[in-house]
């Protein structure tokens, strides 16, 4: 029963060849790119001490405003969905911090402006243990880790 997740990750690609003939060659190449970076950004996060990977995100404790002109905002929302998409392909985990780093290093190589936040909040089931989450926010839209991001206290941002 060993090759069950080998095999779960082969069968998501059942739809996948319908599903990029019909994007766009933009959508194609930024998922191409999120893929590659995703690999990245999961290999920066087991192996690198976090203070360097830090520095790649942005200032810390620093926000970029909710203002953003329409089509650097319309061009981040397509980042944040090849992000999230190439997510669900990866053989490898691509959970929140992963993503918020690839997503970041995204927008950052085309000077759109975006701000990676990490959350901490208590487990309910055991108080005395702590559930970390990781977002990305790009103008007032949420990129990447919108899902239950509002449970969590913020503790560092980097922009």
């Not at 990305?136 to 560092?156: D, S």
Request: proline share 4%; aromatic share 10%.
């Amino acid at each position: 029963m060993h090759n069950a997740p080998m095999m779960e990750w082969f069968n998501s690609f059942k739809g996948a060849p319908a599903k990029w003939r019909r994007r766009s060659r933009i959508e194609r190449l930024l998922l191409l790119e999120a893929f590659m970076l995703l690999c990245f950004a999961r290999l920066a996060v087991l192996i690198l001490p976090f203070r360097w990977l830090a520095v790649s995100l942005g200032r810390r404790m620093k926000e970029t405003g909710t203002q953003i002109n329409l089509s650097d905002l319309r061009y981040a929302r397509m980042v944040g969905q090849a992000v999230c998409s190439a997510a669900r392909y990866t053989p490898w985990e691509s959970v929140c911090l992963p993503q918020a780093v690839a997503a970041q290093w995204m927008l950052k190589r085309r000077n759109i402006p975006g701000t990676v936040y990490l959350g901490l909040a208590k487990v309910e089931t055991k108080p005395e243990k702590l559930s970390a989450h990781a977002w990305l926010r790009c103008g007032h839209i949420i990129l990447t880790g919108r899902e239950g991001h509002r449970q969590f206290t913020v503790v560092a941002t980097f922009s």
